[in-house]
């Protein structure tokens, strides 16, 4: 055991070095010597990568991102993209946003950013050219369907809510589907407003979609397990490198909803969002569909520093309600210096009725469900934009469309058509094996541009095979 006073001589030891390498760079290094950039950028973020994967220095820019992503906001210009083979189409504009003052409509088509023809840049090298625009104002040459001649605007980029619980409709009379993005200070009490406009206890069920959902803040994310169990159920355990385990359990009083409840998740559901479902998994309150979670189990405290800096640092790490570990194994268990390597073994717990389920990190769904996998006929449509290309030509015919629009038979025969004049033309068996995918795609594309996104993707997600699963397991 290492002595209170053994430590600290060390530290002054350690920081006595540090400063005498400084010394040194700056009055003998042959060139001047930046020190912040070698505190900021090397010095500093080295020292903290040593200790584990998710510790973290945070220079200025870094802090004050962090904070921007606390606030819910962030800056951009209010549009909806769709990004493939070198177009950029607009598929809608956020009300009082830069985009829609502008005047950009759905189905513009933005061909040259800030001198940059599109059409020239790969998907990566777009995707990164938009992300820098936000950072100032942006010149645009758009090309507007019927109209000769590039249409220039210049955007200046503004602070955007940027909500959490997003995409909530019914799936069928009763049954709700709520997508959560991520975890903010007010994200369970924005998931109660939305039960509550959508019926609250008289719901039949929920489907509340995790996927893509990287976590974020804890606190919001222990209160939105408690609305799903009852009083006093565990949620949580915290174990720190010192002392014993911390319990957190739903507080006394507290009233639960009781409908059936079921949760999606994959491979990029992490952290906030698996402690949520590892909580109602392990007190049997919902059912798991998908792939399993990422594994991002750890405690990290944010401590803000000197000269607007600030470090993220690992300081402990979450166990499900029955003891699992969320966070999945590292190469080198020993580098998170939290519990022994032996620890880390997979294992297998049991939920509050008893039922098996696996350790080994991250959540294992209930039911394993992969997301559609798209035959070569069908990856060629999407990578083609077919349906994007096809829903600006119908709704250049068919202005009317709202959001009673279906899709019927004789649209199918005028897409058919639409491809045999572009040289596509798919075999009977082609056709045949794909013609439901295409009809959910056409309606998806059409009602995105009329109607809004919200429109199109409640088509995509009733058509979800993992939604669909997710309404199977609940027996609706």
């Not at 073994?345 to 992969?370: A, C, L, M």
């Amino acid at each position: 055991m290492v002595s209170g006073a053994k430590k600290d001589d060390d530290l002054e030891d350690s920081v006595r070095r540090l400063t005498e390498v400084v010394s040194l760079l700056e009055s003998r290094s042959a060139d001047p010597v930046n020190l912040e950039d070698a505190l900021y950028r090397g010095a500093l973020p080295s020292l903290v990568r040593t200790l584990d994967p998710f510790s973290a220095f945070l220079d200025p820019s870094q802090f004050e991102s962090l904070k921007e992503m606390q606030r819910s906001t962030e800056k951009g210009f209010g549009s909806i993209l769709s990004v493939n083979n070198g177009r950029v189409v607009v598929l809608q504009t956020l009300p009082d946003s830069p985009s829609a003052r502008s005047g950009m409509s759905p189905g513009d088509e933005i061909v040259i950013v800030n001198g940059y023809p599109t059409a020239n840049l790969s998907i990566d090298q777009l995707v990164t050219l938009l992300t820098q625009t936000r950072q100032g104002p942006a010149e645009l040459a758009v090309k507007r369907p019927n109209f000769s001649k590039l249409i220039s605007l210049t955007l200046t980029p503004a602070e955007l809510e940027d909500p959490s619980v997003q995409g909530a409709f019914f799936l069928k009379p009763g049954v709700a589907y709520v997508k959560v993005a991520n975890f903010e200070a007010q994200t369970d009490a924005d998931l109660r407003e939305q039960i509550e406009k959508m019926g609250g206890d008289q719901l039949k069920g929920l489907v509340l979609d995790f996927r893509d959902n990287p976590g974020g803040v804890v606190e919001a994310a222990v209160r939105m397990a408690a609305m799903f169990l009852g009083e006093k159920d565990r949620i949580l355990w915290i174990q720190g490198r010192d002392g014993p385990q911390e319990e957190v359990r739903v507080p006394k009083g507290a009233e639960g909803y009781e409908f059936p409840l079921a949760v999606l998740t994959d491979g990029r559901t992490a952290s906030a969002a698996e402690l949520v479902a590892g909580a109602w998994q392990d007190n049997d309150r919902a059912r798991i569909i998908g792939s399993r979670s990422f594994g991002k189990g750890l405690v990290q405290s944010v401590f803000p520093l000197s000269e607007n800096t600030g470090l993220a640092l690992t300081t402990a790490r979450y166990l499900s309600p029955s003891g699992r570990p969320i966070q999945r194994p590292l190469s080198d268990c020993a580098e998170l210096q939290l519990v022994d390597c032996e620890e880390e073994e997979p294992g297998t717990y049991k939920t509050v009725s008893g039922r098996k389920i696996p350790g080994g990190g991250g959540v294992e769904p209930d039911r394993i469900v992969f997301p559609r996998n798209y035959p070569g006929f069908e990856r060629f449509l999407l990578s083609a934009d077919a349906f994007l290309v096809f829903a600006q030509a119908y709704l250049r015919e068919h202005p009317e469309v709202d959001r009673a629009f279906e899709v019927d038979s004789a649209l199918l025969d005028e897409f058919q058509l639409f491809l045999s004049e572009r040289g596509v033309r798919p075999t009977l068996s082609q056709w045949t094996s794909s013609v439901d995918f295409i009809r959910v795609k056409l309606h998806q594309e059409i009602l995105t541009l009329a109607v809004g996104v919200a429109a199109g993707d409640e088509v995509e997600r009733r058509a979800d095979p993992q939604v669909l699963a997710a309404l199977h397991e609940l027996g609706l």
